[in-house]
């Protein structure tokens, strides 16, 4: 046997040792990201957002685009409309993370596929954790469990919430520590 084939032979034995798991678990996370875009998407375009945050973050994100603050109007409850800092409203400093993918496309539809994204990224967390303590099959389980989990679904269909970004990065948090 020449050289040439017994790299050719050592290759093939280190691609047996390949886990299938983690492809599936990115196929998992796509489709997620897909359906709940999809839902979103149809709720938003018929105009059925439950939420008046959603709104609200949309102005907040496009005056923060355009003119450089996050601003805007309110209705109190004295059925007044007031003009205010995003941040007299909600303090949330992931804002400014998620500005420069605003600028690309400034929609709410670019919030709406962002937090589809950073909730289905969540099961990346979810599966190292798992991983650690039990084998691959079933850490795969629970990360499509994490998927399948209904609570998070409302938080992803029914409005935009700054709060769905703060779920992976914690999830990562505990892997790590």
Known sequence: ??????????????NRNFSKYPIILIIGILIYIIIF????????HSAQIGDP???LFDQS??????????FNNTFEYYNNFIGISHFGIHNSFIFYLILPFYSIYPSCITLLILQC????????????IAKDRLDQKTALIFAL????????HGVNYDQFNELSFSVAPLLFAVYFF
């Open 1 to 14: 046997m020449n050289e040439n084939q017994k790299d050719t032979k050592i290759n093939i034995e280190k």
């Open 117 to 128: 994204m950073a909730m289905g990224i969540g099961a990346v967390p979810v599966y190292l």
């Open 53 to 55: 945050d959603t709104s």
């Open 37 to 44: 875009f999809f839902f979103a998407l149809k709720r938003y």
């Open 145 to 152: 469990m994490y998927l399948l989990y209904h609570p998070m």
């Open 61 to 70: 994100f496009y005056t923060a685009y355009k003119y450089g603050l996050p």
